[in-house]
Every structure is written in structure tokens, then in C-alpha cells.
């Protein structure tokens, strides 16, 4: 039975020390490219070696590489798996953002000139009709970012946008979607890449 595969990319420093990174390209770490190459071996442990379906990306380097590493050729580079767009807040922490904002967060304050949780979710509907669209021909692998893959979760789920919340996906880390008689659900969560 087929099932759509999300792989986060691995570590980046601002990944490492918390810092929102949307559309900044920043490299992996040499631990997020270790991770990497780890969580091709864990895809491989979880679905065996059939070829997918589909292999989406973002355009990201980080997405990219990893992609790579993992052993993964993706044949559709879209903005529309990019990360959540934080605006002013790229670059910065929670706790920074908080000594202006009380109480920030992506899941509910608005990030000036980034985008809403609605503007993800309706990316989020675009990858998943496509997905949805692939599936019956196999698994479906889409490289991405955290909270934007924390939405499509929710999304997939049909739940808002915001209860991505809940879902956490660490660097590297593996996340299997499908379905119980056509009813969504999550087969696995945030499987780490290594432990």
C-alpha cells in the first residue's frame, strides 16, 4: 500500500540554535549532512528499495542536499514545499521575537510581511492534490521544511492549519502519511534519522 513519505531537511546552525529560516539558503551542518545520509538508509528500512512515484523538493539548499544524500532524485522542485515565509522574523528567534511580542508564535501571531497560516495551508492543498495524484502508482517522498510540513500534516489530517502545532518534526526526521479505509492518518511520526 502506498504512503506519502515527508523527510525534513537536516540541521543547519539556525535550525541548530532555534533561529526561523524561510527563505535564507543556509548549508547543512556536518551533522545535518551525517543526519542525511542516515535518513536515506531509514526510507529505505521503512518502504524497501521500489523506485517512488514521486520525489518532490524545495528549492532550498538544504532541502536539495538532503534530497541528495538520502539517495533521493527529486523530479519536481517546487516553492510550493518551501518553508512558512517569516518576514521580519526571519533569522530570529522565538525568545528574540518575544522581547517585542509577548507570547509569539508562528502558530498564532502574524509574522509582518511573512505569510499566515492560511497562505501555508493553501501551498499545503497544491502538494497534497499532487501527491494524492501520484499515490495510486506508489509511495510519494516530499523533501521539506518543519513547520511547513507540520501544516501539510494537519492538512492531510483536514484538521486547520494551526493544529500543525501538535506535530513535532525534528532535522532528518521521518514522517509516513496514509490512510486506514480511506480515513487520513499517521502512520509514523518524527522517526529520527539517527538516535
Known amino acids: 500500500m502506498s504512503a ?8 543547519t546552525e539556525w535550525s541548530r540554535t532555534g533561529r526561523h529560516t524561510s527563505v535564507s539558503d543556509l548549508p547543512l551542518t556536518a551533522e545535518g ?7 536515506g538508509r531509514l526510507l529505505t ?15 532550498r539548499t538544504r532541502a536539495l542536499r538532503t534530497a541528495e544524500l538520502a539517495g533521493l532524485t527529486p523530479e519536481l522542485v517546487t516553492e510550493d514545499l518551501a518553508e512558512w515565509a517569516y518576514g521580519e522574523y526571519e ?7 518575544r522581547e517585542t511580542v509577548p507570547g509569539w508564535t ?22 497534497l492534490e499532487r501527491a494524492r495524484a501520484a499515490l495510486p502508482a506508489g509511495d510519494v517522498i516530499l523533501v521539506g521544511h518543519g513547520h511547513f510540513s507540520r501544516v501539510l500534516v494537519a492538512t492531510w489530517l483536514g ?29 509514523r511520526l518524527n522517526v529520527p ?3
Open 193 to 195: 534519522s539517527s538516535l
Open 45 to 59: 528500512t521503512m518502504r524497501g528499495t521500489d523506485p517512488p512515484a514521486l520525489v518532490a523538493s524545495s528549492p
Open 159 to 187: 484538521l486547520e492549519p494551526t493544529a500543525g502545532v501538535h506535530f513535532a518534526l525534528e532535522a532528518a526526521a521521518v514522517t509516513v502519511l496514509g490512510d486506514e479505509r480511506g480515513e487520513p492518518q499517521i502512520k
Open 33 to 39: 549532512e551525517r543526519r542525511a545520509g542516515e535518513a
Open 106 to 127: 508562528v502558530w498564532t501571531h502574524p509574522s509582518p510581511g511573512g505569510e499566515t497560516a492560511e497562505q501555508v495551508a493553501v501551498r499545503a492543498d497544491r502538494v
Open 4 to 11: 506519502l513519505y515527508l523527510l525534513r531537511h537536516g540541521e
Open 91 to 97: 533569522g530570529l528567534s522565538t525568545p528574540k521575537i
